[in-house]
């Protein structure tokens, strides 16, 4: 990436605290003035060490997460979109239109074939349902989920099929922006090459994509460049000592010394994905 | 690429409400405003004031302060100037209008489908009871879309002369479903849908709501105290305690990062088997 583009989406000195009511209001401080830049067609992956808290970022991004401090902003044609603080009801529009998500494991919704999961963020945008079925069934074919599997709701299936319905449900709706939580973790390597098809795919379509790959292979031939996170993340040291919310602001900021035994995973007891 | 348009036209807004019983008891200073196609989870434990505020905002009881505003939409409204988006105060107009639009516009799901359903009369005059409201008199019809309403809240159609009495508790929430659903409401109100079923019937019931809500574009104001409904269900949430809403916001910001140490609390107190 030597040309100088347009980035679609930009973080800015992003910080990001955990606040722990259940421990007497302990502050977990997991990400201190995050700066990256990404644009359309190129892939960002995010290097460190695993526990650091790589899908942290991925979750900010989604609107998972709340942003503590610092910008996080998505480039349109039409000018900039602070993503913190937006109302819910433009999160819907941005998760259904603009941003894409592969969450490591799939919500699964009872009852709820393969097929359907995978052909939901299509009939969300109103497509037709025949044209969402055929995108579906080729996209399953691709991944080479076997056929007998497509009717049946995914909860029994095993990690690496429900990888496999979560990737082409995340690929299906085309989002400019893509985000890729180890998509590759449990799959073979027939099928991580076919991964790595989609995205040179999405690639070439234009598609901005953050991603977290823990398999070296695949690391280095999707990644256009790496983000170290190192510096930004702070899941592994001493707990931050309780400070008075004015010490929240970003100017204040200045990186603690210390933080956290706990991951930020400890934090409840039902750490959950998305489905959508 | 451009922007997409991130807001939707307002559909209802709760301004101040307040409607207390006792000390705590009831709902109290809620704002808020529900958007179209949007649904809009409200948790909280029992007697945190969730029900009361259901009912204040679906007409059944008038708030001691604060207003509900239901915007017409483009349509117009029954009883008021088709053609003209209007912004009714849901406690200044006449009972009968407000009435007519709880019949009409709006739906009600009770957690209890007998306060929903009559009981001794057949499924399908269950649920053309409120397309004859519409005026819709054609005998044909009405049966004809009360067969249609039984197979896609998947009851079997031939049991369509069954007085609901005959069903079983699934059955019959169902089949209130269908009632409620079939007049095409632009706003439904849910208390507990699956409050009181067994697990295998909810998950049924809840893949049904999905699909509809998402077919019919419904808005939807769902009371539940079960986070694991509401994350299915619901595109944002309000939590209560104590009559007040603690924390709003987006579902999965609610549950993935909770804020208030209520909201905290609630989320860790889960029990996923």
């Given at each position: 990436?030597t040309?100088?583009?347009?980035?679609?989406?930009?973080?800015?000195?992003?910080?990001?605290?955990?606040?722990?009511?259940?421990?007497?209001?302990?502050?977990?401080?997991?990400?201190?003035?995050?700066e990256?830049?990404?644009?359309?067609?190129?892939?960002?992956?995010?290097?460190?060490?695993?526990?650091?808290?790589?899908?942290?970022?991925?979750?900010?991004?989604?609107?998972?997460?709340?942003?503590?401090?610092?910008?996080?902003t998505?480039?349109?044609?039409?000018?900039?979109?602070a993503?913190?603080?937006?109302?819910?009801?433009?999160?819907?529009?941005?998760?259904?239109?603009?941003?894409?998500?592969?969450?490591?494991?799939?919500?699964?919704?009872?009852?709820?074939?393969?097929?359907?999961?995978?052909?939901?963020?299509?009939?969300?945008?109103?497509?037709?349902?025949?044209?969402?079925?055929q995108?579906?069934?080729?996209?399953?074919?691709?991944?080479?989920?076997?056929?007998?599997?497509?009717?049946?709701?995914?909860?029994?299936?095993?990690?690496?099929?429900?990888?496999?319905?979560?990737?082409?449900?995340?690929?299906?709706?085309?989002?400019?922006?893509?985000?890729?939580?180890?998509?590759?973790?449990?799959?073979?390597?027939?099928?991580?090459?076919?991964?790595?098809?989609?995205?040179?795919?999405?690639?070439?379509?234009?598609?901005?994509?953050?991603?977290?790959?823990?398999?070296?292979?695949?690391?280095?031939?999707?990644?256009?460049?790496?983000?170290?996170?190192?510096?930004?993340?702070?899941?592994?040291?001493?707990?931050?000592?309780?400070?008075?919310?004015?010490?929240?602001?970003?100017?204040?900021?200045?990186?603690?010394?210390?933080?956290?035994?706990?991951?930020?995973?400890?934090?409840h007891?039902?750490p959950?994905?998305?489905?959508s | 690429?451009k922007?997409?348009?991130?807001t939707?036209?307002?559909?209802?807004?709760?301004?101040?409400?307040?409607?207390?019983?006792?000390?705590?008891?009831?709902?109290?200073?809620?704002?808020?405003?529900?958007?179209?196609?949007?649904?809009?989870?409200?948790?909280?434990?029992?007697?945190?004031?969730?029900?009361?505020?259901?009912?204040?905002?679906?007409?059944?009881?008038?708030?001691?302060?604060?207003?509900?505003?239901?915007?017409?939409?483009?349509?117009?409204s029954?009883?008021?100037?088709?053609?003209?988006?209007?912004?009714?105060?849901?406690?200044?107009?006449?009972?009968?209008?407000?009435?007519?639009?709880?019949?009409?516009?709006?739906?009600?799901?009770?957690?209890?489908?007998?306060?929903?359903?009559?009981?001794?009369?057949?499924?399908?005059?269950?649920?053309?009871?409120?397309?004859?409201?519409?005026?819709?008199?054609?005998?044909?019809?009405?049966?004809?879309?009360?067969?249609?309403?039984?197979?896609r809240?998947e009851?079997d159609?031939?049991?369509?002369?069954?007085?609901?009495?005959?069903?079983?508790?699934?059955?019959?929430?169902?089949?209130?479903?269908?009632?409620t659903?079939?007049?095409?409401?632009?706003?439904?109100?849910m208390?507990?849908?699956?409050?009181?079923?067994?697990?295998?019937?909810?998950?049924?019931?809840l893949d049904?709501?999905?699909?509809?809500?998402?077919?019919?574009?419904?808005?939807?104001?769902?009371?539940t105290?079960?986070?694991?409904?509401a994350?299915?269900?619901?595109?944002?949430?309000?939590?209560?305690?104590?009559?007040?809403?603690?924390?709003?916001?987006?579902?999965?910001?609610?549950?993935?990062?909770?804020?208030?140490?209520?909201?905290?609390?609630?989320?860790?107190?889960?029990?996923?088997?």
């Amino acid at each position: 990436m030597t040309a100088i583009r347009q980035p679609f989406l930009s973080a800015s000195a992003l910080d990001k605290t955990f606040v722990l009511h259940a421990q007497g209001g302990q502050q977990l401080a997991v990400m201190r003035g995050l700066e990256l830049s990404l644009a359309p067609g190129e892939c960002l992956v995010l290097a460190g060490r695993s526990g650091i808290g790589k899908s942290t970022l991925l979750k900010m991004v989604n609107g998972n997460y709340r942003v503590s401090g610092g910008r996080l902003t998505l480039h349109f044609d039409d000018g900039e979109l602070a993503l913190s603080d937006l109302p819910a009801q433009a999160w819907h529009v941005l998760r259904r239109d603009v941003i894409g998500y592969v969450s490591q494991f799939l919500r699964v919704v009872p009852r709820v074939s393969a097929r359907e999961v995978v052909m939901e963020p299509l009939l969300s945008r109103g497509i037709d349902t025949d044209e969402a079925r055929q995108r579906a069934e080729t996209l399953l074919a691709r991944l080479n989920l076997p056929r007998r599997l497509w009717d049946l709701a995914p909860g029994t299936f095993s990690g690496g099929e429900q990888q496999r319905v979560n990737i082409a449900r995340g690929f299906i709706a085309e989002h400019p922006l893509l985000l890729l939580d180890e998509p590759t973790a449990s799959l073979d390597a027939a099928n991580r090459e076919v991964v790595v098809q989609l995205i040179e795919e999405a690639k070439a379509r234009g598609t901005a994509m953050l991603g977290i790959f823990h398999d070296e292979d695949v690391r280095e031939r999707v990644a256009d460049r790496l983000l170290p996170l190192e510096g930004h993340m702070l899941g592994a040291g001493e707990p931050a000592p309780l400070t008075e919310p004015s010490a929240l602001t970003p100017a204040s900021c200045s990186a603690p010394a210390s933080c956290s035994a706990a991951t930020p995973s400890a934090r409840h007891s039902t750490p959950q994905e998305p489905l959508s | 690429m451009k922007c997409p348009q991130l807001t939707r036209p307002a559909l209802l807004e709760a301004r101040d409400i307040t409607r207390l019983y006792g000390r705590d008891q009831g709902c109290q200073d809620i704002d808020f405003t529900l958007h179209q196609g949007e649904v809009l989870g409200i948790v909280g434990e029992s007697g945190s004031g969730k029900s009361t505020l259901l009912r204040v905002l679906s007409g059944l009881e008038a708030p001691d302060r604060g207003r509900v505003v239901y915007h017409t939409g483009e349509a117009g409204s029954v009883g008021g100037n088709p053609g003209k988006d209007e912004a009714l105060d849901l406690y200044a107009i006449s009972e009968a209008r407000r009435r007519a639009l709880l019949r009409m516009e709006w739906g009600l799901v009770h957690q209890n489908p007998r306060d929903g359903l009559r009981l001794g009369v057949s499924a399908g005059a269950n649920v053309g009871e409120r397309l004859m409201a519409l005026g819709q008199r054609h005998y044909g019809d009405l049966r004809a879309a009360g067969q249609d309403w039984m197979g896609r809240v998947e009851l079997d159609p031939a049991r369509i002369d069954d007085a609901p009495r005959t069903f079983s508790g699934g059955m019959q929430q169902r089949l209130q479903i269908a009632r409620t659903l079939v007049t095409e409401p632009r706003l439904v109100f849910m208390d507990e849908p699956t409050g009181g079923l067994d697990v295998s019937v909810q998950a049924r019931l809840l893949d049904m709501l999905r699909t509809l809500t998402r077919e019919l574009g419904l808005s939807v104001v769902l009371v539940t105290h079960d986070l694991a409904v509401a994350r299915l269900l619901a595109h944002r949430l309000m939590v209560m305690r104590r009559g007040r809403v603690v924390e709003a916001g987006l579902t999965d910001q609610i549950l993935d990062d909770p804020q208030h140490d209520y909201t905290q609390l609630l989320v860790s107190s889960v029990l996923t088997p």
